[in-house]
């Protein structure tokens, strides 16, 4: 049992309070995981600076500063470090290839917990109120998160199990339920060059997911493939900087709720994570059904 949410503003006058709304979602989430959490936030100028690549890194081994000449001297030009809670943010004038090979050559042993333009992943082991408080995220800004918080099942409770996964150029996945042939889908992508961070069944749908986008295969499409490749009960979500979507296996066990106003659309997995957000009380709410992709772009 693990928790879901995220919001996609529509309204640009919401976007200052992405952090504030962002936060009581996912605390109100904690009672379904306390073992680890993780938020992907899109478009916090701090943490991902307008026309920059940022890379989210964990288990470094060193500090902001250090790290940050060490990235600047592997990518040859200049690069800053932000400290987020155990996360450092890494963000240059540099397209994610040579922004990532700069941060592994600087920091080989670290977990890459995501990366791309607009796009920072928080994430840790603890209690989701302690980790948000530490992250500060209630002063987030930006159009869209995503958050978890996670029961460990699969893996061990530690960053690199922790959701969301991040694994494709802006993308990122949040899961809840279990893919019961992930060991045979894993080894059918390593086959095809996919390399994976950790043994947690979420990663192997997370980077399916990136590799059939990375196929040129669009959101929809990508998770209908999903649908037809892995086996198990789940509910899922899937973004990044310009969509957001949700899926349910075909049992659809796992609980999920979708609402939607004009101002945003918003998931989780129960509905009391949407209850504060402002005016639920005229938004259309649903449960989605077993195997519907639903879909918004920005």
């Known amino acids: 049992m693990c928790g879901i949410v995220g919001l996609h503003l529509r309204n640009p006058e919401l976007q200052p309070r992405l952090g504030e709304l962002l ?8 009672d379904r995981g306390a073992d680890s959490a993780g938020v992907a936030v899109y478009g916090d100028p701090r943490m991902s ?42 963000s240059a004038e540099a397209d994610e290839d040579a922004l990532l090979t700069a941060c592994r050559a600087a ?39 995503v958050g978890h918080t996670r029961m460990a099942t699969e893996s061990a409770v530690d960053a690199s199990g922790a959701h969301p996964y991040a694994v494709g150029p802006g993308q990122c996945m949040v899961h809840n339920g279990s893919f019961s042939n992930h060991a045979t889908v894993r080894r ?6 996919v390399r994976f961070d950790s043994q947690n069944d979420t990663e192997v749908g997370a980077r399916f997911v990136a590799h059939q986008l ?73 449960e989605p059904e077993p195997e519907v992709v639903y879909a918004w772009t920005r």
């Not at 936060?23 to 904690?30: D, P």
């Not at 307008?50 to 592997?74: F, I, K, W």
């Not at 892995?230 to 509910?235: H, P, Q, V």
Request: include cysteine; aromatic fraction near 6%.
């Open 49 to 90: 600076p307008p026309g920059r690549t940022t890379v989210s890194l964990l288990e470094t081994g060193t500090d902001a500063a250090t790290l940050g000449d060490a990235v600047a001297a592997a990518l040859g030009g200049p690069a800053d470090v932000l400290a987020v809670g155990e996360t450092l943010l890494v």
């Open 188 to 193: 059918e992508l390593v086959r095809n060059g």
């Open 214 to 286: 990375a196929e040129g295969r669009d959101v929809e499409t990508a998770l209908k493939e999903l649908c037809t490749t892995l086996d198990g009960f789940y509910t899922l979500l899937v973004s990044n900087r310009d969509s957001f979507a949700v899926l349910r296996d075909a049992i659809a066990c796992k609980p999920a709720v979708i609402a939607e106003t004009d101002d945003w659309v918003a998931m989780a997995s129960e509905y009391r994570a949407l209850a504060d957000l402002p005016g639920v009380e005229n938004a259309r709410i649903w």
């Open 23 to 30: 936060t009581t979602m996912l605390c109100e989430m904690q």
């Open 107 to 145: 920091a080989p042993d670290a977990l890459v917990a995501g990366f791309g333009a607009d796009l920072a992943v928080l994430k840790g082991v603890g209690h989701p109120r302690a980790l948000a408080d530490g992250w500060d995220l209630a002063k987030a800004q930006g159009w869209q998160g």
